[in-house]
């Protein structure tokens, strides 16, 4: 009796090797920059940087310098949705994920907002929290002039391409 699953010697078939899935990869939603857009855009995450590298060397920053440790404080992330510290920031810089002064602002001040959540205000470390922030606000005001340049060129130049796209439709 022949059966169609064995092989004519009558043993069973080799099993088919495990294929990964693979996933879709999406189109990236963002519109592809121009050099004279990613020289501004590189030039901003650059100054930001600067700035978190300043941050992180004041005393006050050490807390806040690398992501809160899973292991020791697993309860911190059923607390906090959005964590963020200076070595994530100093990452997203490097990505060039910061295209305005007000999202790297929003992100900084985000460490202070999240610190007070879990700690409570009588708590050291959001009092050092505060103090970073403001030392980060008082930096980003002494490059204000720099960032608003940067800024301008890279909004200018986004406006000028979308004006482009327009009158080609």
Same mark, same amino acid.
């Given at each position: 009796?022949?059966?169609?699953?064995? &092989?004519?010697?009558? /043993?069973?078939? *080799?099993? +088919?090797?495990?294929? #990964? %899935?693979?996933?879709?990869? =999406?189109?990236? $939603?963002?519109?592809?920059?121009?050099?004279?857009?990613?020289?501004?855009?590189?030039?901003?995450?650059?100054?930001?940087?600067?700035? &978190?590298?300043?941050? /992180?060397?004041? *005393?006050? +920053?050490?807390?806040? #310098? %690398?992501?809160?440790?899973? =292991?020791?404080? $697993?309860?911190?992330?059923?607390?906090?949705?959005?964590?963020?510290?200076?070595?994530?920031?100093?990452?997203?810089?490097?990505?060039?994920?910061?295209?305005?002064?007000?999202?790297?602002?929003?992100?900084?001040?985000?460490?202070?907002?999240?610190?007070?959540?879990?700690?409570?205000?009588?708590?050291?470390?959001?009092?050092?929290?505060?103090?970073?922030?403001?030392?980060?606000?008082?930096?980003?005001?002494?490059?204000?002039?720099?960032?608003?340049?940067?800024?301008?060129?890279?909004?200018?130049?986004?406006?000028?391409?979308?004006?482009?796209?327009?009158?080609?439709?």
């Amino acid at each position: 009796v022949y059966e169609a699953s064995l &092989l004519p010697d009558g /043993s069973a078939p *080799p099993k +088919a090797p495990k294929v #990964a %899935k693979i996933k879709a990869v =999406k189109p990236n $939603p963002a519109p592809l920059l121009s050099p004279e857009q990613q020289a501004a855009l590189a030039g901003l995450n650059h100054l930001f940087h600067q700035i &978190l590298t300043q941050l /992180s060397g004041l *005393p006050m +920053a050490w807390p806040f #310098a %690398k992501p809160v440790n899973r =292991k020791e404080y $697993p309860h911190y992330y059923a607390i906090i949705a959005q964590p963020i510290d200076l070595s994530t920031m100093k990452i997203r810089c490097k990505r060039q994920a910061y295209r305005t002064r007000e999202a790297f602002w929003q992100e900084l001040e985000r460490i202070h907002t999240n610190c007070l959540t879990f700690n409570l205000a009588d708590h050291p470390f959001t009092g050092m929290a505060w103090d970073l922030i403001e030392r980060g606000k008082e930096l980003l005001e002494r490059h204000s002039p720099e960032i608003d340049r940067l800024e301008h060129s890279l909004s200018s130049l986004m406006a000028a391409a979308e004006e482009e796209e327009v009158s080609i439709e």
